[in-house]
């Protein structure tokens, strides 16, 4: 501060000393006027020779070199130099980060693509390039779903529903399945991260195969061992003693061939991940049916309550939705004492459709309701496996409703009974078609 | 100063609706992929439920190309556009159309698979028809590609790919007459097969055409009836000297 207020009084005072020597000058002469005026225009051309150095300089014409120019000038230069050294000291330092930012996500095992609020490429890296097949000369500007074109991923990308990833085949290759998602960024940009699940996905679908297969094998030789078990019952002359095992090995038998019919629809409900057909389904009348079935199997005979206020008709796989609500209504059964009631109610609003199971049995204690739909999983093994359930029922009802884009909420109090709900979203719903 | 700001808003609004038709055309050939590749899986696996999907949803293929060629004559009408821009909307027309065919001949391929699927399949497991099937979703998916990318170079290329698909086409069809005279209880299959084929072949024709009207689309130029060559040439000569 002290150093520029030093600047200008020097610059004054030579201002001051030039005038004075010029008007002296003049006056000797007997031209004062003139004398100044001479005077002036020599500091003024001073000046602006000045400034056109630093002009041509800061232009950065070749073989210019800094000004050495003294004064309020020169301080200026020193100033304007200092301020690029910092500027040039910044960049490189910036793009240093750049470049070890660039490479850090270059290393990434997944691919990621940046995109900006159009969808459009603004970088990717090289596994993208690799899985994506993306080009860097050509690629970068265009929107990606030009470039990645499957149905599903421009459903994705439409839909806005970033928070769950989607799995794709790639169009490359029929064995490679690209596991993509997009995580919302700044303003309006977003992050797509795409990584190789081929691998997985083979085991999984072996899996699938596995227990396809395996409860396949398995039927056969079971109906052949069910088959004698149902003649030596009826044989008058086996021992009166064997009775009562014979009997026994029957009821596993025909358990087990539960377990491996479950195990079946399991497999198949797996097989096909997309949305269930739409077949118009009364279910006043599935209940009816539901109800005589189960009447027909218990002894005694269970009260069974029907309970529908709507006319509406569900839109769905008719086989899938009978065997959900029949596994609703037998774990109800099962696990409802002799004079307990059960109720099913259908009812429909906004919201959609819902579908409630209510019974008065022993109910389900909280920590258990979140794992209820694993299979196998048992509440309390002594007692599930008297009661011959295969441990698939629940699971099979997460499926088929999954299917039909609607969710089962179980609702349960300890020694009061247990309220198992399906909730079909309004989609799948269609005005009665005959109301009577 | 308004009319200026009055012309650039009208501009960007057009680009965005050429951007828009571009990714629904897109989006449309994105649905034709997936299209021929689950009716060669269908057939290939013996899958009927699945060939009896991919016919079924031919009919969304149809709607996206009357969605599309409207969405054209509205530009049309209303924006009136010149040169590059005019190129574009014509090129666009004509490959919905070729697209939409292509979709057609999926549809066949896609009923076939579902009638051969109750059938036991042939000991060589469709194998020289895969190797078709490969050629020809490669030529749809680099056609794409080009079209994206605005890329005559991969046109090219990918337009000279269709005389391979002539070819195996060629191969196929003298190794179907081959069964039938050494053993006419194939024949029906033959026939079948000879059918899959024929609409394989017309895949590849028609991605051929899309890669001419993209080179049309960014050179200005038409090659259709013109030798793949002398195209090349020329697509070099003027990258060479813009």
Partial sequence: ?436 | MEAADLSHHTSRRFNEDLERVRSKVLAMGGLVEEQLAGALTALIEGDSKLGQAVARNDHTVNGMEVSIDEECSRILATRAPAAGDLRMIVATIKTITDLERIGDECEKIAHIAARLANDERPADRYRSVKHLGRITQAMVRDMLDAFARLDAELAVTTARNDRRVDEEYEAIHRQCITFMMEDPRTIRRALDIMWVVRSLERVGDHAKNVCEYIIYMVHGKDVRHTSLERVEQEIKSRSAHP
């Fill in chain 1, 1 to 436: 501060m002290t150093g520029s207020k030093w600047w200008w009084t020097w610059l004054a005072a030579r201002i001051a000393l030039a005038l004075a020597a010029g008007l002296l000058l003049g006056l000797l002469f007997g031209y004062p006027y003139a004398g100044v005026t001479i005077v002036l225009s020599a500091l003024l051309a001073r000046e602006l020779w000045a400034l056109r150095r630093v002009q041509r300089w800061l232009r950065g014409e070749p073989g210019v070199e800094a000004p050495e120019v003294g004064g309020v000038w020169g301080d200026v230069i020193s100033l304007i130099a200092n301020l690029q050294r910092r500027k040039q000291y910044h960049k490189q330092r910036l793009l240093r980060l750049l470049r070890e930012l660039r490479r850090a996500t270059a290393a990434i095992p997944d691919g990621v693509v940046a995109l900006n609020s159009q969808a459009e490429i603004l970088w990717f890296n090289r596994t993208a390039a690799r899985l994506l097949h993306l080009r860097a000369r050509t690629d970068v500007g265009l929107r990606i779903e030009n470039l990645v074109r499957q149905p599903e991923f421009i459903r994705y990308l439409r839909a806005g529903d970033y928070a769950q990833a989607v799995v794709v085949g790639s169009a490359l290759d029929a064995d490679l399945y690209l596991h993509m998602q997009l995580v919302p960024y700044g303003d309006g940009q977003s992050l797509l991260l795409v990584r190789d699940v081929s691998g997985q996905q083979r085991l999984e679908a072996m899996r699938k195969d596995f227990v396809a297969n395996a409860s396949h094998e398995l039927r056969s030789p079971l109906t052949v061992i069910a088959g004698y078990l149902e003649t030596l019952s009826q044989d008058a002359a086996i021992e009166p003693s064997l009775a009562q095992p014979i009997a026994e090995m029957r009821r596993q038998s025909t358990r087990m061939t539960g377990i491996i019919e479950d195990l079946l629809a399991l497999s198949k409900l797996e097989a096909s991940d997309g949305a269930a057909d739409r077949q118009p389904i009364n279910v006043a009348t599935l209940c009816a049916l539901l109800r005589r079935d189960l009447l027909a199997r218990t002894d005694p005979a269970t009260n069974v309550q029907i309970d529908v206020r709507s006319t509406d008709w569900l839109l769905g796989d008719e086989a899938m939705v009978h065997s959900a609500f029949a596994n609703l209504l037998d774990n109800a059964a099962k696990y409802t004492p002799v004079g307990g009631v059960i109720s099913m109610r259908w009812w429909t609003d906004r919201e959609g459709g819902h579908l409630a199971v209510q019974d008065s049995g022993i109910g389900i204690s909280p920590e258990h309701i979140p794992r209820l739909t694993e299979r196998f999983y048992r509440v309390d093994p002594g007692r599930s496996r008297a009661t011959g359930g295969s441990g698939l029922g629940l699971a099979i009802v997460k499926h088929v409703l999954q299917r039909h884009g609607a969710i089962l909420e179980i609702v349960s109090t300890e020694g009061r009974g247990s309220t198992f709900t399906c909730h079909f979203p309004p989609d799948r719903l269609v005005t009665g078609v005959s109301s009577a």
